[in-house]
């Protein structure tokens, strides 16, 4: 089963501050991507990367920075939070190729700005 | 730019009972159609998918595809409560690896 690893668990952060968070993958996949949910809203894309040192945006990129170091490392930055943030965030990684299109989700990041 | 939208946005059946979940989508040149199934606090997972117009089943699951009406559905048989959960179908956009999801059907299924 396929390895993807978010760090924090959970963040309180203020706003205006800055909000890093962190994605590592074991899996030897390409394609990486942060989606934001809320409710009613299902998964919605922020940014992707199909790989490294290179980024694309989603559908809901404003306000959000990424970074993609390394294949396995990803990170979504939020320079100025804002209240409107809040929200549970999702990275995943999905391998290449036409029969290679499952998304492997990690646990999940809750984002509460205050 | 893809649209999709889910139908019904909740659902409650009795355990045992068939339980049909719909997903439209808007660009007829869609490549991957798939369910994924997140419980509570959870991180949504990958339940079926399928490239071409037909029906795959995988034990009490069947996903249909019809791209023609820009619809592809999820058939549960035999629900059970562990089947409780929100239900989210996602489409790949064709050329590039972004993946579009819908807003999510919530199922409880009570004994």
């Known amino acids: 089963e396929a390895a993807v690893t978010q760090s924090p668990r959970s963040k309180v952060a203020v706003t205006g501050g800055k909000v890093t968070l962190s994605c590592h993958q074991t899996?030897?996949?390409?394609?990486m991507y942060w989606y934001r949910q809320d409710t009613g809203h299902g998964l919605r894309l922020i940014h992707y990367?199909?790989?490294?040192?290179?980024?694309e945006k989603g559908d809901i990129p404003d306000g959000y920075k990424a970074s993609r170091p390394s294949q396995e490392n990803f990170s979504l930055i939020l320079e100025l939070a804002s209240l409107s943030q809040t929200a549970v965030y999702f990275c995943?990684?999905?391998?290449?190729?036409?029969?290679?299109?499952?998304?492997?989700f990690g646990s999940g990041t809750r984002l509460t700005v205050l | 730019q893809q649209k999709v939208q889910q139908s019904p946005e909740s659902l409650i059946v009795p355990e045992g009972a068939m339980t049909s979940l719909n997903c439209t989508f808007s660009?007829?040149?869609?490549?991957?159609f798939a369910w994924y199934r997140q419980h509570s606090g959870k991180a949504p997972k990958a339940l079926m998918s399928i490239f071409s117009n037909g029906e795959k089943e995988e034990g009490r699951f069947t996903i249909h595809l019809n791209k023609a009406s820009l619809h592809f559905s999820l058939h549960i048989r035999d629900s059970q409560p562990s089947d409780s959960a929100l239900y989210l179908c996602a489409v790949k956009d064709t050329g590039n690896y972004k993946y579009v999801f819908g807003a999510g059907t919530r199922l409880k299924v009570i004994a």
């Open positions: 660009d007829s040149a869609s490549q991957y």
């Open positions: 899996n030897n996949h390409d394609y």
């Open positions: 995943a990684s999905s391998d290449r190729g036409p029969s290679a299109e499952t998304l492997y």
């Open positions: 990367s199909y790989v490294a040192d290179s980024t």
